[in-house]
Every structure is written in C-alpha cells, then in structure tokens.
C-alpha cells in the first residue's frame, strides 16, 4: 500500500515518522511506498489555539488530494496536535485517513494501564487526547498546561530541544506518575522525541508516534 503522510507539523516530527516508517518497514521485509507533503507548522498553531477546525480541515483537505494525485492509497497526520481537526477532516479527504489517536486506547488496554500521563499540546493535554481515550483514564498537570504547552509548541517549531526545555518535561513526567498516578507517560506531542530520546527518567514512557507507525507500517506491507 502506497503510504501518505502530511508532514511538515514540524519538521523535526515528519523526520522521525520518516526514520521510524522506513525501519519499521524494513523489519517486516517490506518495501515503503511513500509520498510526503508539507503542511505550516504556524497555520497549524494558529489554528489549533483559535479552535479553527473547518479551516485547519480545508488545509488538509487540498495535501490530501496531492496525495492522491500522487498515488497514495490512504493519508496520516503527522503530528498529534494537528489532530484537533481529524473528526471534520474526514469527510473532506479524498483518501481514507489513518488516526494515530484511535489505536492508542487500544494498546493501553492491552498494555494493562489504568491511567496515563499526556504531555503535548494545550488542546492535547486539555481534553485527555481529545476524549478518546474510553478504556484508559488519562491526566495531565492541569495547573500547568499553558506553560507545558507553550514550551512544547516553542520547541516543535524551533526544531531542537534546550536542556531546560528538556529537564521542564522529564519533571513535568516524574510528577505526572509521582503526584497524579499515571502508570506511564504518554508522549503526545511527536516532537517530545527531541526531549525523551536518549534519556533515562526512571518512568515508563510510550511514544505514541511508535504506535501510529506501526499502523502505518503494517499498511505498508499489505
């Protein structure tokens, strides 16, 4: 299957599905057939913090028939927060769109995990991954969702990660099992990558972008 990805949302994201899609593939003795646009990581936030979901849709909409046009047989967003708009962006894709928020309840449930700690996005961490989550209980630091959120957002566009940045998510992390009972930390912001790798916090952490890859990667080899 001819695998779509809109990319860009931000950068440092799109190259980590990329590595990751393509290792995955590998594993399963496939051959990645693979077709990437570029969506604005600075449309995209203004969107998201405005709420502006009809608008961000129409956005993935004209990428999607790209990707169509290209031969894709089916399109991903490639970013977590760019998510907000999923529900309105499918009516108008041109191709079936592959959640990466939907297979998460799943593997949690699997994973025997009552309860987990989201960092992310404003919206991401606000609504419990958009409320999506029916068989695991997740929490966030509520208190301090504007000052995480903003941090993340700063970092996804800058593409990089500073040590303060990072030692703010690795805490904000150690609290979310500490203080709030998380089972583990759920990295809902695909740029929390550039943060969480390589390190060692003492906490169980899952990369949901390695779920929606191996989605992806599965379709890949059918």
Known sequence: MHIGLIGGIGVAATLVYYQRLTAAVDRLGGKLELTMVHADV??????????????????????????????????????????????????????????????????????????????????????????????????????????????????????????????LFLDAGRRLVEDRGADAVVLAGTDLNLAFDGARPGYRVIDALDIHVDVLARMAVT
Request: charged share 20%; proline share 2%.
């Open 42 to 167: 600075h449309e995209l936030l203004r969107n998201n913090l405005a709420d502006n979901r009809d608008a961000q849709a129409q956005v993935y909409a004209r990428l999607i028939d790209r990707l169509k046009a290209a031969g894709a047989d089916c399109a991903a967003i490639t970013s977590l927060g760019g998510h907000f708009c999923y529900n309105e962006t499918v009516p108008l894709s041109s191709l079936p769109l592959v959640s990466a928020v939907e297979p998460l309840d799943d593997f949690f449930a699997a994973e025997g995990l009552a309860r987990v700690g989201l960092l992310g996005t404003r919206v991401v961490m606000r609504t419990g991954l958009y409320g999506q989550l029916k068989k695991t209980q997740a929490v966030a630091l509520e208190d301090e969702i504007d000052g995480i959120g903003q941090t993340y957002q700063d970092m996804a566009i800058a593409g990089r990660c500073t040590e303060a940045q990072r030692a």
